[in-house]
């Protein structure tokens, strides 16, 4: 006579099926974002061959990384992190620095006009960039309230603002940390927060000086590996 199973004995087994998934899908996650960690190198790998092309004809960096397709990047999608679950459409996601997404100025998350004349630079059919690109033309928050609040003197502002027009774009404030703060190494030109946004992991970086790819946290300064 055939026998099925208990109500007892399908509770244990379903018991250790939950116990058995439990154990592998963090481990199965991981390994996704580990996944999308390589892609977003890679990524970040092929803008700084572009960025390198660019700078060979024009003696000079790019005013948004936009600008580089399609004359040297065949696609965007090279701009989009796969762990940005907003796949580039409101840039890089730190609220603190609207300046820096190269993304058209409406689709920024609490920025309103009047916008900086800058962001007509960009390419407009470039619609979305999960990267910050630290080079952007635009007046750079952080160096400008710096100085404001006195954490940057006279000299300093003087020495940034090299093309003297009263204020500090993010390329000058990130040209004078390489030139002043002995940084240039691993000073980035772009960066990728969304891994250690939604993973707790560190930030990956585009170097401006040799295009290496480095890890730190969200102070590069202090924290690169």
Request: aromatic share 14%.
């Amino acid at each position: 006579m055939k026998k099925g199973f208990t109500l007892i004995e399908l509770l244990v087994v379903i018991a250790i099926i939950s116990m058995l998934a439990g154990q592998i899908m963090p481990s199965l996650s991981s390994a996704r974002e580990k996944g999308r960690q390589a892609n977003c190198i890679n990524n970040l790998h092929q803008i700084g061959i572009s960025i390198e092309m660019y700078y060979q004809d024009y003696d000079d960096y790019p005013t948004w990384l936009s600008i580089l397709v399609p004359s040297y990047l065949g696609t965007d999608k090279v701009f989009i992190c796969l762990t940005d679950k907003y796949k580039g459409l409101t840039g890089h996601g730190n609220s603190a620095y609207p300046n820096s997404n190269d993304i058209p100025p409406s689709q920024i998350p609490g920025f309103s006009p009047p916008y900086p004349a800058e962001f007509a630079w960009r390419n407009p059919n470039v619609t979305a960039c999960s990267y910050i690109y630290e080079f952007s033309p635009c007046p750079c928050e952080w160096f400008m309230l710096g100085y404001a609040n006195g954490t940057y003197s006279d000299d300093d502002f003087h020495h940034a603002d090299t093309n003297l027009n009263g204020v500090v774009s993010w390329k000058e404030a990130k040209m004078w940390q390489a030139s002043n703060q002995g940084l240039s190494d691993n000073l980035p030109i772009v960066r990728c927060f969304w891994h250690a946004y939604n993973y707790g992991q560190k930030v990956l970086n585009l170097s401006y000086k040799d295009y290496h790819v480095f890890t730190s946290r969200m102070y590069w300064e202090t924290t690169s590996d």
